[in-house]
């Protein structure tokens, strides 16, 4: 019988630490040959699009298929959120679908995870660092989460247009990571102050000035992931060591990446490394402390996957969850 887990079945048993080492070995799957991961596919019906990722990871003895849909009239027209997300866990084995769980909180969790372990590798070593976060929204408090749990900070920083989310953004992770979070009025105050960068806006333009980006300073850009959509310029594209969650994503989802190719100013070959090849040392992270390192990420189905498995085995170990005969 299959267990259904709801959002807060998922919220009780899903921690950034555990689903970091999960994403990690993904990633490392992925550089090894032993993940399936097709590109997602696309539905269009008329009212909204409908996203279905699939994915298999050999090592973790993980297959699962995440369902996103993205319904713009759905909070005037339905009394439902825009992006609601579900995964069908499957027994590799068999097939059989052994769990179905809410998708949503476990979206924000591993894409924050991914980043996570890209700080982990991508950023200068040390303690007392400094964080800035563009964004204030629900990937932004993750990706808080994430950094905090692959260095120790000294210090957060935040900036967002709404000063109604920066307020709630503040409470609420100044209490989960008992970590002093700064409220900044300007995009430029981030830069100045940080050495870790995470971008998770709903922007479509840049977002800062990349010639203002200071040397050393690692960035996590997870936002904007349609090729006509961008939250980092042209510029700190071109400074920075690039490495991709995924080359293939990249080149048909990222609009960061898109764009400068479009334009001339770069060409494919600029995207430095996958995260895979980093974390299984085919190729070597950060070289010197000067280096700008940037992780591009779409978000990828082996994250869902990975993370699904996880939220699997925690909750039958908790005993949470329904059966339920289907
Ligand atoms: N890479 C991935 O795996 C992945 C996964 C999920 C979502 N996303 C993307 O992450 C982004 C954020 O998603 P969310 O769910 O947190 O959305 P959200 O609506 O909860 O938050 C977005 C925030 O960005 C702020 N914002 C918009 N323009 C800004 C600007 N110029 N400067 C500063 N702040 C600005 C908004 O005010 C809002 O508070 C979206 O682009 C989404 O598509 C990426």
């Not at 759905?74 to 590799?92: E, Y």
Request: aromatic share 4%; hydrophobic share 40%.
């Amino acid at each position: 019988m299959p267990l259904i887990l709801n959002r807060d079945d998922v919220i009780k048993v899903l921690r950034m630490k555990d689903c970091m080492d999960v994403v990690e070995k993904a990633f490392a799957e992925l550089a090894n040959g032993t993940a399936v991961l097709p590109l997602r596919t696309p539905i269009t019906p008329p009212d909204g699009l409908s996203l279905y990722m699939p994915a298999y990871l050999k090592d973790l003895g993980a297959l699962a298929c995440k369902v996103v849909t993205v319904y713009k009239n759905n909070p005037a027209k339905h009394n439902l959120p825009t992006v609601i997300g579900k995964v069908l866990l499957q027994d590799p084995e068999t097939g059989d679908v052994i769990c179905i769980m809410d998708g949503g909180y476990l979206t924000a969790v591993r894409t924050g995870a991914a980043s996570g372990v890209a700080t982990k590798y991508l950023a200068r070593k040390g303690s007392g660092q400094t964080v800035g976060i563009f964004g204030a929204g629900v990937q932004a408090k993750m990706q808080l989460w994430a950094v905090a749990e692959a260095r120790e900070l000294s210090r957060a920083y935040v900036y967002d247009i709404s000063s109604e989310a920066v307020g709630k953004f503040i409470s609420e992770m100044t209490t989960k990571l008992d970590l002093g979070i700064t409220k900044v009025d300007s995009p430029d105050k981030i830069l100045e102050n940080c050495d870790i960068i995470c971008t998770a806006t709903s922007s479509a333009t840049p977002i800062f000035d990349g010639s203002k980006v200071r040397e050393g300073t690692h960035i996590n850009g997870i936002g904007s992931h349609t090729p006509n959509a961008r939250e980092l310029d042209t510029t700190i594209i071109k400074r920075s060591k690039l490495v991709a969650d995924s080359y293939q994503a990249c080149l048909k989802e990222a609009g960061d990446i898109m764009i400068p190719i479009v334009e001339g100013t770069i060409d494919k070959s600029h995207m430095y490394a996958e995260l895979g090849e980093v974390v299984t040392g085919k190729k070597p992270a950060r070289q010197n402390d000067s280096d700008i390192t940037l992780f591009k990420s779409n978000g990828l189905a082996i994250q869902d996957v990975a993370a699904a498995k996880l939220v699997y085995d925690k909750a039958l170990e908790a005993g949470i969850g329904a059966q339920v005969e289907i």
